[in-house]
């Protein structure tokens, strides 16, 4: 059987178009199938920004995500729509909680799952994701989406960019905060936690490892239990934190890592390997920073290993009660005083600190302790120096106060703490 012969047309007389003008002896100027898909591609772009636009001011609702999620999926829309349908549900869920919820029960889950495993979306679904997440989880208040966010972190973990995902919204500290501790607190991968806080340590983002410090504080004042921050690895990297130059780009950062430590150190067995880590040498570096945040925050540090015995004795070899005495002094920042006086308080609970402050002649400044913005924390030192019973320790605080005149509030406040 002979093959189809094709069927000879007329020339156009009147189109540029035909592939039969032999005259013009050139190629078709454009095919109309070629010129079809970028067409469809331009018009599902804007009609998506036509459904935005119109619906901007109301609720998100089944219907609606349907056909949201749809322009996900087709293969014909074009991944520029796709951004922006995802930039928009990003900023609906950020804007409502409700919003948030109806996406959660949406169909729009499904293309989000898929979308991760793309390379070119992640960085537009991660936001959308952490903020789903975060609402989802908010730290345990909604319960009702534990598939779904199974279902996300799973995905997430496939994904392999957890890193990613958590620094995405750098900005949002509700989000980022939330998205990590869910990912540490809530992933079925063993050791999860420690690896992401060891990956947001390591980061070259300055923001990342701010993140991961704040985590590290959340999951330590959240979770009694050992924090994951202890193993070895993870804690150098926190430690390494303290040991950066500080200037007015690290200056937050170096905040967050002594806030961290801090709260880790509150722990039962979190202030050892912190102390073995040389913390305290190089926390008291910070007693000179220009930032007052970071002097207080040393503070809050080193009156928090004072609370547990046998550290204070490390405290005096490397610090002594100098440097303290003389924040207390001359500090211009009222509240970093006080902080710095709770720091002789909590020495002075032991032996060898209620020693080395009466060495100091701590009591020779009892005016500048007993002052009103001061008193609270004055009568607390007075109080664990008077509940020693050495006689050295005895005789010179009994001294210092008959010859100073007290005023009748300080012994009320001084009768609070018993001996």
Same mark, same amino acid.
């Given at each position: ?20 003008? $032999?005259?013009?002896? /050139? ?14 591609? %331009?018009?599902?772009? +804007? ?19 349907? /056909? ?9 829309? =074009? ?14 869920? +950020? ?5 948030? +919820?109806?996406?959660? @029960? ?11 495993? /793309? ?35 799973? $995905?997430? =973990? ?29 992933? #079925? ?23 991961? @410090? ?15 921050? *202890? ?11 303290? +040991? ?6 690290? #200056?937050?950062?170096? #905040? ?11 722990? $039962? ?6 102390? !073995? ?8 570096? %910070? ?11 040393? @503070?809050?540090?080193?009156?928090? %290993? ?22 207390? *002094? ?37 005016? !500048? ?9 004055? @009568? ?31 012994? !009320? ?7």
């Amino acid at each position: 059987m002979p093959p189809p012969q094709r069927v000879e047309t007329p020339r156009s007389q009147a189109s540029w178009w035909s592939d039969r003008n $032999s005259m013009l002896h /050139i190629s078709p100027t454009m095919k109309i199938h070629a010129a079809a898909k970028p067409l469809m591609k %331009f018009l599902y772009h +804007r009609q998506a920004l036509g459904i935005m636009e119109d619906t901007r001011e109301s609720p998100l609702f089944g219907e609606l995500l349907d /056909i949201y999620s749809s322009y996900l999926l087709y293969k014909y829309v =074009s991944p520029a729509t796709r951004i922006v349908v995802l930039q928009h549900l990003e900023r609906r869920a +950020r804007s409502s909680a409700d919003d948030a +919820r109806a996406i959660l @029960c949406s169909s729009v889950l499904d293309p989000l799952i898929q979308l991760l495993t /793309i390379e070119r979306f992640r960085t537009t679904t991660y936001p959308l994701v952490g903020m789903l997440l975060a609402y989802a989880l908010g730290f345990g208040q909604n319960p009702e989406f534990v598939d779904e966010v199974t279902t996300l972190l799973r $995905s997430v =973990s496939t994904a392999g960019s957890l890193n990613a995902l958590i620094i995405s919204r750098t900005d949002s500290e509700d989000v980022v905060i939330t998205t990590t501790a869910a990912l540490t607190a809530f992933s #079925e991968q063993p050791g999860s936690a420690t690896a992401v806080m060891v990956t947001l340590l390591d980061s070259l983002d300055r923001s990342a490892r701010r993140w991961a @410090c704040v985590l590290v504080e959340r999951l330590a004042r959240r979770d009694p239990g050992p924090s994951p921050i *202890l193993e070895p690895q993870s804690l150098e990297k926190l430690v390494n934190l303290l +040991r950066l130059v500080v200037d007015p780009l690290d #200056e937050l950062m170096i #905040e967050a890592a002594l806030s961290a430590l801090a709260a880790v150190s509150q722990q $039962s067995n979190g202030v050892a390997p912190i102390v !073995q880590a040389e913390v305290i040498k190089h926390s008291g570096a %910070f007693l000179d920073s220009t930032s007052a945040e970071i002097r207080y925050k040393t @503070c809050i540090l080193i009156s928090s %290993f004072a609370k547990h015995q046998g550290i204070v004795t490390n405290i005096l070899c490397v610090m002594s009660i100098g440097p303290w005495l003389n924040l207390f *002094l001359n500090d211009h920042q009222s509240h970093i005083r006080t902080a710095a006086l709770h720091v002789l308080a909590e020495i002075a609970a032991h032996p060898d600190g209620a020693t080395a402050i009466i060495e100091a002649k701590t009591l020779d400044y009892l005016t !500048q302790i007993l002052s009103p913005g001061n008193k609270e924390a004055g @009568c607390l030192l007075l109080a664990k120096l008077r509940a020693h019973e050495q006689s050295g320790i005895q005789s010179n605080l009994v001294g210092t106060l008959s010859n100073y005149r007290v005023a009748k509030t300080t012994m !009320q406040l001084l009768k609070r703490y018993p001996n």
